[in-house]
């Protein structure tokens, strides 16, 4: 359906004067998306979705509930709509975004949304004005149209130009989900997608109370993030303002490029000679791509691949809490033990902090990194740490209070690791995680100790040109970021996620559960011991100096993708989530 709207129409962010039926057709064109004076929408010359600006939803939202009704037969034309050649929702990326947003946001009160329609072909339109001309076809009529004869769907229901078409509108419902988030079934609404009659107004006193109240909640969860609901459809929702107002487009509904083209366009910006990348997918445990793209040593011109060794920076998090977790097991400390019990040297403001705090950002501790004098002589360790912290007794927030993210916290947990073990901390993660699953090419890299094998060395773009960045003044620190490892690596570690080998069912729940809220730095996430929780995934990126890594995970789904790379640029988070909606749903 192209439009729904009765006699006389208000749409409040076009102005409040009602419109006759008379001149209902023009005001369509006026107040479904405002355009400068006198000058229509025009066809763009668009023949992709990318030179349309077009994405696909799924690559922000991967799971994202989608229905849509014109790729097949359940619509009130009856048959799959002329364009839609595959089920997806494509839209403005602004328009993703903001969908995004909305879907998140609901997901915190255990609801979701089911998209039945975004970005339509203007050929699917011109197929739906071809059936309103077919007087003789009334095969739907009794689900979608049972109050009114074809002739009254003219201007009234049906337009030639359509919102749709121009990337920034979308069709949906609301889901209500159970406590997990694993079984969602729709919210009454009191009259099916594409139902043409009053009854489907927003506010229609002809649908139930409680019917009316579902309308408002999906109204208002789109609210929030800029869709302007259609009063009298209560599925329909455009982004205001509207990214391409002056245009729309006739590109037909595909489904992304096949998955080895796809990954190998995300790539890209880390082919050739430059420094580059390893790629790795897992699904239900085997690695479905495991390759490297660009350079790990420009100087020498060796090329990026599975065994290349890339300095892991703040997803080393992951290893030491799992070092403190197995110590927790093994009975030589609680995490709930005060941080002073293993380090005394900490002051008095420090006094309340526990291990549970340094492992959830939540300690208050000052950042380390904020306490060293510039320039800073040679590299500072993760001792060294601890001895700038002797001197500051004061701290961000009372321990517990709020959320802070502390590399300072994860270097006093390396330290914790070397008191209760009575071991080095890289000769614990040897001994006790490296060797076990296997791990060969992994290591916390101490200047002097055993070299990284494989390694890739960083790089950053520098007036135009790439130049190696290795390191830095807090380098050495190996608590928060100073682990080497490989795709090939992070495989058998993913690997051991699903099982007790390693880490017990008790352990791993805390690892993976979400203990607080993760704020300021600028997506929605909670935070476990060394993970972000997002939804259903589970992740961590990485960066420093020449350096920029991600791993996600989506345990329900057996997938994983971890993407490291040797350059400053671009960030990979985005670009792993892309490439596991590639997988997603199989």
Same mark, same amino acid.
């Given at each position: 359906?192209?439009?729904?709207?009765?006699?006389? /129409?208000?749409?409040?962010?076009?102005?409040?004067?009602?419109?006759?039926?008379?001149?209902?057709?023009?005001?369509?064109?006026?107040?479904?998306?405002?355009?400068?004076?006198?000058?229509?929408?025009?066809?763009?010359?668009?023949?992709?979705?990318?030179?349309?600006? &077009?994405?696909?939803?799924?690559?922000?939202?991967?799971?994202?509930?989608?229905?849509?009704?014109?790729?097949?037969?359940?619509?009130?034309?009856?048959?799959?709509?002329?364009?839609?050649?595959?089920?997806?929702?494509?839209?403005?990326?602004?328009?993703?975004?903001?969908?995004?947003?909305?879907?998140?946001?609901?997901?915190?009160?255990?609801?979701? &949304? /089911?998209? $039945?329609?975004? $970005?339509?072909?203007?050929?699917?339109?011109?197929?739906?004005?071809?059936?309103?001309?077919?007087?003789?076809?009334?095969?739907?009529?009794?689900?979608?149209?049972?109050?009114?004869?074809?002739?009254? +769907? /003219?201007?009234?229901?049906?337009?030639?130009?359509?919102?749709?078409?121009?990337?920034?509108?979308?069709?949906?419902?609301?889901?209500?989900?159970? @406590?997990?988030?694993?079984?969602?079934?729709?919210?009454?609404?009191?009259?099916?997608?594409?139902?043409?009659? *009053?009854? @489907?107004? *927003?506010?229609?006193?002809?649908?139930?109370?409680?019917?009316?109240?579902?309308?408002?909640?999906?109204?208002?969860?789109?609210?929030?993030e800029g869709f302007a609901n259609l009063p009298e459809e209560w599925w329909h929702f455009r982004l205001d303002p509207e990214p391409s107002p002056d245009r729309y487009y006739?590109?037909?509904?595909?489904?992304?490029?096949?998955?080895?083209?796809?990954?190998?366009?995300?790539?890209?910006?880390?082919?050739?000679?430059?420094?580059?990348?390893?790629? +790795?997918?897992?699904?239900?445990?085997? !690695?479905?791509? !495991?390759?490297?793209?660009?350079?790990?040593?420009?100087?020498?011109?060796?090329?990026?691949?599975?065994?290349?060794?890339?300095?892991?920076?703040?997803?080393?998090?992951?290893?030491?809490?799992?070092?403190? &977790?197995?110590?927790?097991?093994?009975?030589?400390?609680?995490?709930?033990?005060r941080a002073r019990k293993w380090l005394p040297p900490l002051p008095d403001a420090a006094a309340a902090i526990t291990l549970r705090q340094l492992l959830t950002h939540t300690?208050?501790?000052?950042?380390?990194?904020?306490?060293?004098?510039?320039?800073?002589?040679?590299?500072?360790?993760? !001792?060294?740490?601890?001895?700038?912290?002797?001197?500051?007794?004061?701290?961000?927030?009372?321990?517990?209070?709020?959320?802070?993210?502390?590399?300072?916290?994860?270097?006093?947990?390396?330290?914790?690791?070397?008191?209760?073990?009575?071991?080095? $901390?890289?000769?614990?993660?040897?001994?006790?995680?490296?060797?076990?699953?296997?791990?060969?090419?992994? &290591?916390?890299?101490?200047?002097?100790?055993?070299?990284?094998?494989?390694? !890739?060395?960083?790089?950053?773009?520098?007036?135009?040109?790439?130049?190696? *960045?290795?390191?830095?003044?807090?380098?050495?620190?190996?608590?928060?970021?100073?682990?080497?490892?490989?795709?090939?690596?992070?495989?058998?570690?993913?690997?051991?996620?699903?099982?007790?080998?390693?880490?017990?069912?008790?352990?791993?729940?805390?690892?993976?559960?979400?203990?607080?809220?993760?704020?300021?730095?600028?997506?929605?996430?909670?935070?476990?011991?060394?993970?972000?929780?997002?939804?259903?995934?589970?992740?961590?990126?990485?960066?420093?100096?020449?350096?920029?890594?991600?791993?996600?995970?989506?345990?329900?789904?057996?997938? *994983?993708?971890? +993407?490291?790379?040797?350059?400053?640029?671009?960030?990979?988070?985005?670009? @792993? +989530?892309?490439?596991?909606?590639?997988?997603?749903?199989?």
């Open positions: 359906m192209v439009i729904s709207v009765p006699t006389t /129409r208000t749409w409040p962010s076009c102005g409040s004067a009602a419109v006759s039926r008379a001149l209902l057709l023009a005001a369509l064109l006026a107040c479904v998306a405002p355009l400068r004076a006198g000058e229509p929408p025009v066809l763009s010359p668009a023949r992709s979705m990318d030179e349309a600006g &077009l994405v696909d939803i799924r690559t922000l939202v991967p799971d994202l509930s989608q229905e849509i009704r014109y790729a097949g037969s359940h619509n009130f034309v009856g048959v799959p709509i002329d364009g839609y050649l595959a089920p997806r929702c494509w839209l403005k990326r602004e328009a993703a975004q903001a969908l995004a947003r909305v879907e998140a946001s609901l997901r915190k009160q255990h609801q979701r &949304l /089911r998209v $039945y329609d975004c $970005y339509r072909p203007a050929r699917a339109v011109a197929q739906f004005v071809r059936w309103m001309d077919d007087a003789a076809d009334t095969r739907t009529k009794a689900e979608f149209y049972p109050d009114l004869d074809k002739p009254q +769907l /003219r201007g009234v229901y049906i337009a030639p130009v359509s919102g749709h078409s121009r990337g920034g509108t979308v069709d949906l419902t609301l889901l209500q989900c159970d @406590a997990r988030g694993a079984a969602c079934t729709p919210l009454d609404m009191g009259t099916a997608f594409d139902f043409f009659g *009053t009854r @489907a107004n *927003t506010d229609s006193a002809e649908v139930s109370a409680v019917q009316r109240a579902n309308r408002h909640r999906l109204r208002d969860a789109m609210a929030a006739d590109v037909p509904v595909t489904a992304p490029p096949t998955r080895d083209a796809a990954i190998d366009a995300l790539m890209q910006r880390y082919e050739g000679e430059a420094p580059g990348a390893s790629l +790795l997918v897992l699904k239900d445990g085997a !690695a479905v791509v !495991a390759r490297g793209y660009g350079r790990a040593e420009l100087a020498r011109d060796i090329e990026a691949g599975p065994a290349t060794a890339y300095r892991l920076a703040s997803v080393s998090k992951q290893f030491t809490a799992a070092a403190i &977790l197995l110590l927790a097991q093994d009975g030589r400390l609680s995490i709930d033990d300690s208050g501790l000052v950042d380390y990194e904020d306490l060293m004098q510039e320039p800073y002589d040679g590299q500072i360790r993760d !001792a060294g740490v601890l001895a700038l912290l002797e001197k500051e007794n004061r701290l961000y927030f009372a321990p517990g209070s709020a959320y802070r993210y502390s590399n300072s916290g994860y270097a006093l947990l390396a330290l914790v690791v070397e008191r209760a073990s009575g071991m080095a $901390y890289p000769d614990f993660l040897r001994s006790r995680i490296f060797q076990p699953l296997g791990m060969d090419g992994s &290591l916390a890299y101490v200047a002097g100790g055993p070299e990284v094998s494989h390694r !890739a060395f960083g790089h950053s773009e520098i007036d135009g040109r790439w130049q190696r *960045t290795d390191q830095s003044s807090t380098s050495a620190v190996l608590g928060d970021g100073g682990i080497y490892s490989s795709i090939d690596d992070l495989a058998r570690w993913d690997a051991a996620l699903y099982d007790d080998r390693l880490l017990s069912d008790a352990s791993r729940a805390l690892a993976f559960a979400p203990h607080v809220k993760v704020v300021g730095e600028g997506f929605d996430a909670h935070y476990g011991f060394g993970w972000r929780i997002t939804g259903d995934t589970l992740w961590h990126s990485g960066e420093t100096i020449g350096f920029r890594n991600v791993i996600v995970r989506w345990p329900a789904q057996r997938l *994983t993708v971890v +993407l490291l790379s040797n350059r400053n640029d671009p960030e990979p988070y985005r670009t @792993a +989530l892309e490439i596991g909606a590639l997988f997603l749903g199989d």
